[in-house]
């Protein structure tokens, strides 16, 4: 459901470099709500619990080179994520979170 989700929105115009890195999450997660998925991520204590899995400050975690490389991967992982810890999120909440996860970390550029 989510990467039908990611490819109803995946016609739009596409994001330039000098896009701002909101636009470009909303772009890439069309309809996603860029502030519930900020709530989200401070109710389910992201990143505590990935500052548990790797150390530090957590974001090592986030890796655009490594297998989370798409953004239907990176909503794919917070699903993951969702199904494991029981978080009972909705596929348009896991869409902001990945909206969320984009623009502070994984910044994906649009490809031609």
Do not use: W
């Not at 596409?14 to 709500?33: E, K, M, N, V």
């Not at 400050?57 to 909503?75: F, H, Q, V």
């Amino acid at each position: 459901m989510v990467t039908t989700l990611l490819t109803a929105g995946a016609a739009g115009a596409q994001a330039t470099a000098s896009t701002a890195p909101a636009a470009a999450a909303l772009h890439r997660y069309p309809g996603a709500d860029l502030a519930l998925g900020e709530k989200l991520v401070r109710e389910h204590k992201c990143t505590e619990c990935h500052v548990r899995k790797v150390g530090g400050d957590g974001s090592a975690i986030y890796k655009p080179k490594g297998r989370i490389n798409t953004p239907a991967a990176l909503a794919t992982m917070v699903e993951m994520c969702n199904t494991e810890l029981n978080l009972g999120l909705f596929p348009d909440d896991v869409l902001s979170v990945a909206a969320v996860l984009q623009r502070d970390h994984y910044r994906f550029v649009a490809k031609p």
